[in-house]
């Protein structure tokens, strides 16, 4: 790397100048050592500027669902390379309800999974001392802006023989109901249950309140291991049996439960608001529609959500707000971290390329790897990056 280069060149000046200083015997001999020792006491300032992080510990962490290991690793990888010894994100990987009161408390200086606005709910928790967790913390970036989609998948062949091709339809037919409760996960209690999220995640709790919102009363979720209920949401949607199932990009994901293709993307009439039905914690965080108010439509046509057909802007009511995928990070880290910081705020990632990696993770590909070479791929803007870290030093 760069840096091995300059400080093994370091390392040789240095040798040189002693070398030099044990075979002198006069004064112009001296004298003569001196522009080497200020040679090397100028590459030391610039390994120094090349490396700010250099004798600095960082502790980061990653949430505990695989499609953010990819940013997390890369992440670790360019603060390494402004000469921060960064732990192993897999170390410490954590729901986010245990998440971000470990970075308040300083047990962990910062993680690149969270999900905005959903997890702002996690923000006013309040510690031991009084204080809230979000007094302790900073969203910092723009890492990807938008970039979660989020919603609910239905087995194609099952939408089109009974015409359910939104929630609602789902709750209130029938004969829709009776088929589904035939196989879910729960079978023959009369309510469709469907393949939610594990618990922790935060989007069970926005399910729950949705579930609520929308009157969905003969719906409910299944709360479970993810990777364990999505295996069964795609042998079901194959084989054409009905089933229902929460996903998001960028994943994988879509590449087994496929828009258009096994599934449809299913539509909502009513899209959340910030009045936390069901009284969870946290809940009036849970809004869909934004800021605007317009939030929860997602720019999806009728090939792969049936129901954009009954909307006039032809885009999919799909009831989730794309999230924003941000790095969060203890205040007195950042403080401490200038570099860091810099750094933190400055990283932009595609969603097609972070989409593109947890493919490759799926199939074997380690993320240490994919980040290693995503970053020799990106050199160019990754060096601009690090150059701007190292100004901000």
Not at 213 to 238: K, L, P
Not at 371 to 379: F, L, P, V
Request: charged fraction near 20%; aromatic fraction near 8%; glycine fraction near 10%.
């Amino acid at each position: 790397m760069r840096t091995k280069r300059l400080t093994k060149l370091l390392l040789l000046l240095a040798a040189f100048a002693l070398f030099a200083a044990a075979c002198g015997g006069d004064d112009d001999a001296t004298a003569e050592t001196e522009a080497p020792a200020a040679t090397t006491e100028a590459m030391v300032e610039e390994e120094m500027s090349m490396t700010p992080g250099e004798g600095v510990s960082v502790t980061m962490g990653r949430a505990d669902w695989s499609t953010g290991y990819f940013q997390a690793e890369l992440y670790r990888q360019l603060l390494q390379e402004l000469g921060y010894t960064v732990s192993d994100p897999a170390e410490l990987e954590l729901g986010p309800n245990n998440g971000y009161i470990a970075m308040a408390e300083g047990q962990m200086d910062f993680w690149a999974n969270s999900w905005y606005p959903g997890h702002l709910a996690w923000l006013a928790g309040e510690l031991p001392d009084g204080s809230l967790v979000g007094d302790h913390l900073s969203i910092v970036g723009e890492e990807m802006i938008a970039g979660g989609l989020q919603g609910f998948l239905v087995t194609k062949s099952f939408a089109d023989e009974y015409g359910v091709y939104t929630m609602d339809q789902l709750n209130d037919n029938a004969d829709a109901l009776a088929a589904f409760d035939a196989t879910d996960p729960v079978p023959g209690n009369g309510i469709a249950d469907i393949f939610g999220c594990p618990e922790s995640w935060t989007c069970d709790n926005i399910i729950t309140n949705q579930i609520a919102f929308s009157g969905w009363d003969n719906i409910q979720q299944t709360i479970a291991g993810y990777d364990a209920m999505f295996a069964q949401a795609v042998d079901a949607a194959n084989e054409g049996v009905p089933m229902v199932a929460y996903t998001w990009t960028p994943s994988a994901y879509i590449t087994e439960l496929r828009p258009g293709d096994n599934v449809y993307w299913m539509g909502v009439n009513d899209i959340l608001d910030d009045s936390n039905p069901a009284d969870q914690e946290g809940g009036t965080e849970h809004n869909q529609r934004g800021e605007d108010g317009t939030g929860g439509f997602a720019a999806i046509g009728p090939d792969q959500c049936p129901s954009a057909a009954d909307q006039e802007s032809g885009q999919c009511k799909i009831g989730w707000i794309a999230a924003d995928i941000l790095v969060t990070a203890n205040n007195d880290f950042l403080a401490a971290n200038p570099a860091a910081a810099s750094l933190l705020e400055t990283v932009k990632l595609s969603v097609i390329e972070v989409s593109l990696a947890n493919v490759e993770q799926g199939e074997g590909a380690s993320p240490t790897d994919l980040a290693t070479d995503w970053i020799a791929n990106n050199r160019a803007t990754v060096d601009a990056w690090l150059d701007a870290a190292r100004a901000a030093a």
